[in-house]
């Protein structure tokens, strides 16, 4: 039970160039479910795979492995460090308002209706900004353009700060990370 439909998961492996969005590995013509798997970023939760940003194309990635070998292992195992670099989104996250670090493109927020769309170290995310605001048809100065301004520019921050050292997080740092995670999102 993957939660997204056939044509959800060629789309999210095309986007992906059938290649492991965390390290690259190629898996064309492997077997999913073994070799690859579709991995959520948010969690299903109870019903989850009925709501659309669940089940729509920035919530899922291309990652090597089942949910316990290979990147998706990782992944299930390496909570924090997963949520530190987008692999993983909260459950009442956004996906499309969250960058992931990726093989391909470095830093690249993930829109449902574009694919992936990098930004640079010194990026503001207002180009990104407009193009959500006009897809979700929020008006310019509105209170929902602000938060997604700033839902926007912390993912942007969570990502250039000391979690995306390549390395483990020590069990401080993970703390801080998910403690600044569920305040954001009340959990
Ligand atoms: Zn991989």
Not at 39 to 62: C, D, F, Q
Not at 121 to 140: F, I, K, M, N, S
Request: glycine share 12%; hydrophobic share 35%.
């Amino acid at each position: 039970m993957s939660g997204f439909t056939r044509p959800v998961v060629e789309r999210i492996v095309e986007r992906d160039q059938s290649c492991c969005v965390r390290c690259g590995a190629s898996v064309a013509g492997k077997e999913r479910g073994f070799a690859w798997s579709i991995h959520h970023r948010r969690p299903r939760g109870m019903g989850g795979s009925r709501n659309p940003v669940v089940s729509g194309p920035a919530n899922g990635l291309t990652l090597c492995g089942s949910g316990t070998t290979g990147c998706h292992g990782w992944a299930e195992a390496h909570r924090a460090e997963a949520i530190a670099v987008g692999l993983i989104v909260a459950q009442h996250g956004d996906p499309e308002l969250v960058p992931v670090l990726n093989w391909t493109h470095g830093a690249a927020f993930l829109s449902a209706s574009s694919g992936w769309w990098p930004v640079g170290t010194d990026y503001r995310g207002t180009d990104y900004l407009e193009h959500v605001a006009a897809e979700r048809g929020v008006p310019a100065d509105s209170a929902e353009y602000l938060r997604l301004a700033s839902v926007i520019l912390d993912g942007l921050q969570r990502l250039n700060g000391p979690a995306t050292l390549e390395r483990d997080l020590d069990a401080e740092e993970a703390e801080v990370v998910e403690n600044s995670w569920n305040r954001e999102w009340g959990l």
